[in-house]
């Protein structure tokens, strides 16, 4: 199988798009079409199922896509241990984390990393923080910005560069439970809650309710942290969020903290499978988290 059929197969089973993995890929989509014919030929296999408006993969092509991802990376491994241009490393790193993440942790550990490794490019993918660990197990990515959660699978390693507290939230301005919130004793059955729908912080948030002897009224769970925080803004509800979304949202101004009991505070870090932590190209963007305390 041709490598460069590859990449564009493990492109295009992303974008969804031809013309959007044409663009990226600095090719024609006709051209485009024809390799990925080729494959298929090469494959006696159809791997697309396209129109004018979707693409979607086969079962033969979810079945291809972890093979070609293997072969891509032990290629790239191959090439970075005899690179013609000296010790630089080359090749592509597929990293997960948060929106909040990719702004408030990810250009403080790049930028060393890009110093050091100015070849290796870089393809980052954003989303719910929860997902962060599955995507590694799964191969969706190569190394993700993820929390620290109370059981880590066997398979993943993880690497700490930053604490994370996390604060009860309320709006700011007039809501509907505003009065109760007031009270010495607010009677927190009555009052809605908005909290992540999965992840290390949903289970710091359950802790949390069990110390506060809470039986939460849970008006919404929510993938995304930053949806969070905007729906408290809304005044749909309390909210339980990480510091680093809160003093980073668009809508800060909208919400304020509540003085109560503290919430345990979660580890993020990097990780990746134990088994690619040898890999040139991962193992370069570890040795920089290890040295970070962002």
């Known amino acids: 199988m041709n490598i460069k059929h590859l990449q564009l197969f493990i492109h295009l089973c992303d974008s969804k798009s031809f013309s959007k993995t044409a663009a990226a890929m600095h090719i024609s989509p006709s051209a485009l079409s024809r390799q990925i014919q080729k494959l298929e030929q090469e494959a006696e296999q159809q791997l697309f199922l396209r129109d004018n408006r979707s693409v979607e993969l086969t079962l033969a092509g979810k ?42 942790h990810l250009p403080e550990l790049l930028s060393e990393f890009r110093l ?27 190394i993700a910005i993820s929390a620290l959660p109370e059981q880590l699978p066997s398979k993943v390693s993880f690497e700490p560069i930053s604490d994370i507290p996390l604060s009860v939230i309320a709006p700011a301005g007039v809501s509907s439970f505003a009065d109760t919130l007031q009270s010495e004793d607010p009677d927190w059955s009555s009052i809605p809650f908005i909290v992540p729908e999965a992840g290390t912080a949903r289970e710091r948030a359950n802790t949390w309710f069990k110390k506060m002897k809470i039986k939460p009224n849970i008006y919404a769970q929510v993938s995304g942290h930053e949806a969070i925080v905007s729906m408290v803004a809304l005044g749909c509800g309390v909210g339980i969020a990480p510091d680093v979304v809160i003093n980073n949202s668009p809508v800060r101004d909208k919400i304020e903290k509540l003085k109560l009991a503290p919430i345990k505070p979660f580890e993020l870090g990097v990780c990746c499978l134990r088994s690619q932590i040898d890999n040139p190209l991962i193992k370069a963007l570890w040795d920089v988290a290890e040295g970070k305390t962002i």
């Open 63 to 104: 079945k291809l896509l972890p093979v070609a991802m293997r072969i891509l990376s032990e290629w790239q491994q191959y090439q970075s241990q005899f690179n013609t241009s000296g010790n630089e490393l080359v090749g592509e790193i597929r990293l997960f984390c948060s929106v909040t993440a990719s702004y408030s």
């Open 116 to 142: 050091r490794h100015p070849l290796i490019e870089l393809k980052v993918s954003t989303g719910d923080p929860a997902q962060a660990i599955d995507k590694v197990l799964s191969d969706e990515a190569d």
